[in-house]
């Protein structure tokens, strides 16, 4: 398999961050103004959202004034954890990256101020901005997902939604850790991708660099290529419990060679952070390579943010085998768990 796909491109934005004041509406809502909602920008949000792409507010005004105002222009669905406060932008936009557990990297300020957006840089300076000015170019932006949405995205506010009704019921969970993640009910199954699969696949891809083991991307046709060859493997894993389905949350590309499984790429969604769901991927791949009798082994490409994904290979009894330019070979050891964590339910595709 040729590594096709790069780690230098700069990662795809995941959330639009929109000011309030002369973006979103012309005018200024805490100075009494008549607000108007901008020409254009309705259905900017509207198909941001249904390619996928998250989306959130970060304003200084008046909380309650400028929700209602978001409310009564029919936009206050579009947009996730939205920072309505006089502090400063950056430090809104901070909150906003920790509550989608996103990057800053991955996200895009729009701002009328260029005072805002020049603090913003000097503080986040991996957050890319724009000028409301230039909104009649936004779609056709490289770092934006194209048209053509994968199922999974154009349902990606709404497992987000889905995830904060996760959150307020685990910080209102009394007891250890691992009771809390048995009563979420996970039910994981990884099988053989197929052609539905590859437009959430190559998006993968292109949005998960944090819990990428390689940082490569690769195309939807490139996907099906490799899938059309025997020595290659494409599995996607996909993950539901009580309160609803995540939909595909990882993918795993897996070269079939005399005597050994390699993972040429391994990666997981941002979502499932913090449920060991990685763990219990290794785990079902490291039982299924004994029982044919095969070693499995793991590349690893360090990049600037994947080092979670080291340590989850290493917390899965990987260990460093050799290392070959860039990419450093990990070989399974005999030792390591083949068991999935209990608070996991392997489904039978």
Known sequence: MNDRGTATRPPQVKCVVWDLDDTVWDGVLAEGDDVRLREGVADLIRELDARGVLQSVASKNQPSAAAAKLAELGLSDYFLFPQISWEAKS????????????GPDTLLFVDDSPFERAEVADRLPAVRSADPADLAALLDRADLPPKA????????????RDEARRQAYEEDFTGPRKEFLRSLDMRLTVRDANPDDLDRAAE???????????????SKAQLRQLMSQREHTVLVASLRDRFGAYGTIGLVLL???????RIRLFLMSCRVMGRDIGG????????????QGVRLTADFRHTDVNRPMYLLYRLSGFAAEERAGRTLR??????ASRCVPDHVTLEDP
């Open 91 to 102: 430090r809104l936009l901070e909150r906003i990256a920790e509550q989608l557990n996103i």
């Open 149 to 160: 949405a994968s199922a999974d995205a154009t349902l990606r506010r709404t497992r987000y």
């Open 204 to 218: 993968l891809t292109e949005r998960t660099h944090q819990l990428n083991t390689t940082g490569l991307t690769f």
């Open 255 to 261: 070269t079939r060679q005399a005597g050994e499984w």
């Open 280 to 291: 219990a991927v290794l785990a079902h791949l490291a039982a299924a390579a004994d029982r």
């Open 330 to 335: 990990l070989r399974l050891g005999p030792k």
